[in-house]
C-alpha cells in the first residue's frame, strides 16, 4: 500500500534539511582549511540560519501538545550563536538538530508499523465445499456451518471443527510449539495452523473476522497503539535544564543591565551536552549491539531497553533450541540401540515431519550406514511404513495398549512422561522393537544469560509460553525463573505483559507470530530474528541476528553501559555549562570566550560518549581462533558420545531388572566404549580444552572443578572395567559384584549428564 503523500513530503524536507546543514557544515571546514574564514563563516552562518525556520516550528507544535523540551533550548541557542557570531557552534547545532530529527521521524515510521507479515499470511479465500462440488470463495462468504476444504500445507482460514478426521496440524503460529498436533473428528481447530497432513474438510463454527487468526491481528495492532510515548533522556533533563537557563540569562540581564551577559549565559548554556552527547552515546551504544548481532530499531528502544527490570521470555526456540533432538533409543531385549535408529532413519528419510528429521540427524550424527526404503507410506498423524533391509517397519504410533506393553516398552512411556518427550515406536514385522524418545532441548546458553541478565539488572524473569505446564517447570527449574505460565494463548501473553508493565519496564522475548502481540505490547519487544517468524520481527524494538539467545543479555549489558555513558556525559556537559554560565552571569565570562568554552565542553562531553561504542573492560572472555575451533571440537564430540551415555544407563537397568544372560555382554560393551572413546575425550579436555581456556578465564581455578569430575569419571570408567576382569575370570557376574557395580554404572551416568551439561554450558556456549 503506498504511502501517504504528507508522510512522503515530511521525509523529504527532513532529508532536505539535513543535507543542507551538513553541506553548509563541510563547506564551512573546507573554506577554514582554506585559509578563507570569512567564507567558512558564511557559510556556517547559512546553516545555522537554515535550521532556526524549522526549529521554531517544532516548538510551537511542541507547545501546542504540552511539550517544551530540547527543541525550544535548540532554538534560543541557534538565535543566540547568530547574535554573539559564534556560526560554527551554530552549524554545529543545525547539523545535529536536523540529524536527531530524521532519525526520530524514521523511528517513529517504524513504530506505525502494521505487521504486513501477519496480514499477508491471513487467507483472503477459501475452497468451499457443498455435496461433491468445491469452489473457491472470497473468506468474506463463508458462513457458520459451511465446509471448507484446507490442503496440505494450507493454512486454516476460520474457526471450526474437524468433520472426519484425523487432522494433522502445525500450531506454532498460534502456540509456539514445534510439535504437529493431532485433532480427531469433532475437535476444534482455530484459523492460522497449518495443514500438515492430507486434505480435511473443516466446518466453520465463526466467521473470519471473528477467528482466531484475526483476533491476533488486531491484538497486534492495538497493543502496538496503545504503547506509552517514549521520554527520551534528553527531554528529561531539558525539563528542568531549560527553565533554569533561562532564569540564569534573565538573572544576569537583571545584573548586569545589559543583554551582553544574558547572550553570553545563552550562549554557554547551548544544550549540546543534551543535543550533541547523549545521542552521540545512544547511537555508539547502536552500532555496538550490532556488532554483536543485535539490531536495535532506535535510540528510544534502547534507552527503555537499559531501564528494563522485568523480562518476559517464550520457551520455545528462545529458551530451547525449538528444534526436537533424540533424547534416548530404547531396544528391545535382543536389539541394540544403533539398530533400532538405523532402521528407524532409513524409513524417516522419506517423511518430512519435524520428529522424522531429528532420527534422521542423529543417526547421521552417530555415522550409521542408512538404506533405501522401498514400498513408503505414511499416514499423517500415525506414523510412516516401508521396507527395509526385506521387512516390514513401522515409525511412529503404536496401536497397542499401555498395558498390553512388554516391561521395556513401559519404562520408555515413563520416562518420556517424566521428561516431557516424544516417542516414536519402531516396529518390525508387527513385533515393537524400540522406542526413540525425542525431546526440544534447553539451549546451552540459556542458564549462563539468565544469569548475565540478572546481573546487568534485571530482578524479574517469567515464561510465558504455549506449551503444557510439566515441560515448561522443568525448563523453568534448570535455568531459574521466578514465575511459569504454561499454555498461554496470545491474549493471555499479552495480558501478562501488560500486567507486568504496569509495575516495571518489561522485555518480551519471543520467536513466533503468536508472540507478536505480547512483543507490541511490551516496553521493549524482543525477536529471535535468524528463526523466528517475519511477524514477530516486525513487531519487536530488537532484533537478534543471530541464533543465540546470549546475545540478548549482550544487548542489555550494551543498553545499560549506554545509558550509563549518556547519562554521565548529559549530567557532566550541563554541570560544566552551569559553572559557566555563573562565570558568565558574574561578568567573567564574555560571549566570544564562552563559545570557546562551550566548544571546549562539547568537546569533552562526545569524547566521553563516543565510549560507548567500544567494549567494555571484563566484558567476557577473548577467545583465540585455536581455542574456539577447540570448543566447536568437543562440543560435537559431546553429541557423538550420546551414544556411550545410552549404553552406561541400559547396562545399570539390566543390572537393575536381573537380566543375567545380558548383563556381562552389555557391562562389557560399556567398558569398551569408556576405554576407547569416553576417556580419551575428557584426557584431550584436560590436557588441551581447559589449558586454552585458563587466560580467558582467568586461570586454571575457573575449570578446577571440571577437573575434579574428570577424575571421578575415570574412577569410575576404572572401577567398572575391574569389575569385567573379575567376571571375565570366572566367566560371570559374581553375585557380590551386583550392587557395587550398579552404583558405578548409575553414578557415572549421572556424573556424565551433569559433568556434560556444565561443560556446554559454561565453556561451549563461549564460542560463537
Avoid at 547545532?93 to 501477519?118: H, I, K, P, Q, Y
Avoid at 499401555?402 to 516414536?424: M, S
Avoid at 549404553?647 to 562389557?668: C, I, S
Avoid at 575391574?722 to 557376574?733: E, N, P, S
Wanted: with cysteine; proline share 5%; glycine share 10%.
Amino acid at each position: 500500500m503506498p504511502r501517504p503523500l504528507s508522510a512522503v513530503s515530511d521525509r523529504r524536507r527532513e532529508l532536505m534539511l539535513l543535507a543542507a546543514t551538513g553541506a553548509a557544515l563541510a563547506g564551512g571546514g573546507a573554506a577554514w582549511l582554506a585559509g578563507a574564514p570569512d567564507v567558512a563563516d558564511g557559510f556556517w552562518m547559512a546553516g545555522t540560519a537554515i535550521a532556526v525556520v524549522p526549529s521554531v516550528v517544532w516548538v510551537v507544535a511542541a507547545l501546542r501538545k504540552g511539550r517544551a523540551g530540547v527543541d525550544l533550548i535548540a532554538a534560543l541557542a541557534l538565535a543566540g550563536t547568530l547574535a554573539v557570531g559564534e556560526y560554527l557552534a551554530g552549524a554545529l547545532v543545525a547539523l545535529m538538530l536536523a540529524t536527531g530529527r530524521a532519525l526520530d521521524a524514521a523511528a517513529e515510521r517504524r513504530a506505525s508499523r502494521d505487521l504486513r507479515a501477519l496480514l499477508e499470511r491471513a487467507p483472503r479465500s477459501a475452497r468451499r465445499r457443498i455435496g461433491d462440488d468445491v469452489a473457491v470463495v472470497p473468506l468474506r462468504d463463508v458462513r457458520v456451518g459451511d465446509v471448507v476444504v484446507v490442503g496440505t500445507g494450507e493454512v486454516v482460514p476460520v474457526d471450526g471443527r474437524v468433520t472426519a478426521g484425523p487432522a494433522l496440524l502445525d500450531e506454532a503460529a498460534l502456540t509456539g510449539e514445534s510439535a504437529l498436533v493431532e485433532r480427531d473428528t469433532g475437535e476444534a481447530v482455530r484459523s492460522g495452523v497449518v495443514n500438515a497432513g492430507g486434505a480435511v474438510d473443516i466446518e466453520a463454527t465463526a466467521l473470519a473476522e471473528d477467528s482466531t487468526y484475526a483476533r491476533i491481528v488486531r491484538l497486534a495492532e492495538q497493543a502496538g497503539a496503545r504503547r506509552a510515548p517514549v521520554v527520551r533522556l534528553a527531554e528529561r533533563y531539558a525539563a528542568w535544564f531549560l527553565p533554569l537557563s533561562l532564569g540564569v540569562a534573565g538573572a544576569a540581564w537583571w545584573l548586569g543591565g545589559s543583554a551582553v551577559r544574558a547572550v553570553a549565559v545563552l550562549v554557554v548554556a547551548t544544550p549540546c551536552p543534551l543535543l550533541l552527547a547523549a545521542p552521540v552515546a545512544i547511537v555508539s551504544g547502536l552500532s555496538r549491539a550490532a556488532r554483536r548481532g543485535v539490531i536495535v530499531r532506535d535510540g528510544g528502544a534502547l534507552e527503555r531497553l537499559g531501564r528494563a527490570r522485568t523480562l518476559l521470555l517464550d520457551k520455545t526456540g528462545t529458551l530451547t533450541t525449538g528444534r526436537p533432538r533424540v533424547l534416548q533409543v530404547v531396544a528391545a531385549p535382543g536389539r541394540t540401540p544403533s539398530e533400532v535408529l538405523r532402521l528407524a532413519a532409513s524409513l524417516d528419510q522419506m517423511s518430512p515431519h519435524v520428529l522424522a528429521e531429528a532420527i534422521v540427524a542423529e543417526a547421521r550424527a552417530r555415522g550409521l550406514a542408512l538404506r533405501a526404503p522401498q514400498e513408503v507410506t505414511e499416514e499423517p498423524g500415525r506414523g510412516v511404513a516401508g521396507t527395509v533391509d526385506g521387512r516390514r517397519v513401522t515409525v511412529g504410533k503404536t496401536p497397542i495398549p499401555l498395558d498390553a506393553r512388554p516391561g521395556w516398552a513401559r519404562a520408555a512411556d515413563n520416562r518420556a512422561a517424566l521428561d516431557g518427550a516424544a516417542v516414536a515406536w519402531l516396529t518390525v514385522d508387527g513385533a515393537l522393537r524400540g522406542a526413540i524418545l525425542l525431546l526440544d532441548p534447553l539451549r546451552h546458553d540459556a542458564p549462563r544469560t539468565l544469569r548475565r541478565l540478572r546481573s546487568a539488572g534485571i530482578t524479574r524473569l517469567l515464561m510465558l509460553t504455549g506449551d503444557r505446564a510439566e515441560p515448561a517447570r522443568e525448563v523453568a527449574a534448570v535455568v531459574g525463573l521466578d514465575e511459569v505460565r504454561a499454555e498461554q494463548s496470545p491474549v493471555d501473553k499479552v495480558a501478562a505483559v501488560r500486567e507486568e508493565a504496569a509495575r516495571a519496564v518489561t522485555v518480551m522475548v519471543g520467536d513466533g507470530i503468536n508472540d507478536a502481540p505480547a512483543l507490541a505490547a511490551a516496553d521493549v519487544g524482543v525477536a529471535m530474528g535468524a528463526r523466528g517468524s517475519t511477524a514477530s520481527s516486525e513487531a519487536a524494538d530488537v532484533v537478534l541476528v543471530s541464533d543465540r539467545v546470549d546475545r540478548l543479555a549482550d544487548a542489555m549489558e550494551i543498553a545499560v553501559r549506554t545509558r550509563r555513558i549518556a547519562v554521565q556525559s548529559a549530567v557532566g556537559g550541563m554541570a560544566m555549562s552551569l559553572a559557566a554560565m555563573v562565570a558568565a552571569l558574574l561578568g567573567r565570562l564574555p560571549p566570544a570566550a564562552g563559545a570557546l568554552l562551550q566548544e571546549g565542553i562539547d568537546v569533552v562531553v562526545i569524547l566521553n560518549a563516543l565510549r560507548a561504542v567500544l567494549p567494555r573492560r571484563g566484558a567476557g572472555p577473548v577467545l583465540e581462533p585455536a581455542t574456539e575451533d577447540l570448543i566447536r571440537r568437543f562440543a560435537a564430540e559431546h553429541d557423538d558420545l550420546a551414544d556411550v551415555l545410552d549404553a552406561v544407563r541400559d547396562a545399570a537397568g539390566l543390572l537393575a531388572a536381573g537380566d543375567g544372560p545380558r548383563v556381562l555382554g552389555a557391562v562389557r560393551e560399556v567398558d569398551r566404549l569408556l576405554t576407547e572413546r569416553l576417556l580419551p575425550h575428557e584426557y584431550a579436555e584436560e590436557h588441551e580444552l581447559y589449558p586454552a581456556l585458563a587466560g580467558p578465564l582467568g586461570g586454571g581455578e575457573a575449570t578446577a572443578t571440571m577437573s575434579r569430575a574428570h577424575s571421578e569419571i575415570d574412577r569410575l570408567a576404572r572401577r567398572i572395567g575391574t569389575h569385567v576382569r573379575v567376571a571375565d575370570a570366572d566367566g560371570q557376574l559374581r553375585p557380590e559384584q551386583l550392587e557395587d557395580l550398579r552404583a558405578c554404572l548409575y553414578g557415572l551416568h549421572s556424573v556424565l549428564r551433569l559433568h556434560f551439561v556444565q561443560e556446554e554450558e559454561n565453556y561451549f556456549s563461549l564460542a560463537p
